[in-house]
Antibody, heavy 121, light 113 residues
């Protein structure tokens, strides 16, 4: 059974930093790209980042490029999202998601339960 | 960016009725190299993460009941639930994975009347 468990949720001041972790189990971690998708409570979904399974290639939308960094530690079966220069509009539930296959980088097949990040003074 | 627009924003139907949710993309998500539509549907119930229900526009994810059907090509797509059940109450999102940034529709709230 595929399981994704996010951690690192919290309250941070504007301009601050926070790192989320996503512990994966139930599949061969190195074989799959991983992503983060966020959702403002009560609102829609926004893709935040993707990292490939093998070569570590990363992808971001313009809204977070230069501020967020996705990474992974294949020895720990864990993906990370380092968030810096946080803004109030980054307040959201952040979901870790596993990509379906190497041919479908934007298809989010499995999702974690999410981690709430609140940016407020 | 590809903009995904869903209609309606909300839908209230009786049990057993047919539900149809529409999704329109601002540009094609049909890839000419493989003739596949890079379009997915997700179901999100209250307090839960989204769940993948349909991909390649018309392929049901494993375990999804066959009352769910996806159709369409190019820029216009539909998710149909043939006979609405209580457990289908959720917000449904379409999403394109044709190109980055991957984008979602605004969501359609499906309720029981």
């Amino acid at each position: 059974e595929v399981r994704l468990l996010e951690s690192g949720r919290g309250l941070v001041q504007p301009g601050g930093s926070l790192r989320l972790s996503c512990a994966a189990s139930g599949f061969t971690f190195t074989n799959y790209a991983m992503s983060w998708v966020r959702q403002v409570p009560g609102k829609g979904l926004e893709w935040v980042s993707t990292i490939s399974g093998s070569d570590g290639g990363t992808f971001y939308p313009d809204s977070v490029k230069g501020r967020f960094t996705i990474s992974r530690d294949n020895s720990k079966n864990t993906a990370y999202l380092q968030m810096t220069s946080l803004r109030a509009e980054d307040t959201a539930v952040y979901y870790c998601a596993r990509i379906a296959t190497s041919a479908t980088y934007g298809l989010f097949e499995y999702w974690g339960q999410g981690a709430l990040v609140t940016v407020s003074s | 960016d590809i903009v995904m627009t869903q209609s309606p924003d909300s839908l209230a139907l009786s049990l057993g009725e047919r539900a149809s949710i529409n999704c329109k993309s601002s540009q094609t998500v049909l890839h000419s190299s493989n003739n596949k539509n890079y379009l997915a549907w997700y179901q999100q119930k209250p307090g839960q993460p989204p769940k993948l229900v349909m991909y390649w526009a018309s392929i049901r994810e494993s375990g999804v009941p066959d009352r769910f059907t996806g159709s369409g090509s190019g820029t216009d797509f539909t998710l149909t639930i043939s006979s609405l059940q209580t457990e289908d109450v959720a917000v449904y999102y379409c999403q394109q994975y044709y190109t980055t940034p991957y984008t979602f529709g605004q969501g359609t709230q499906l309720e029981i009347k």
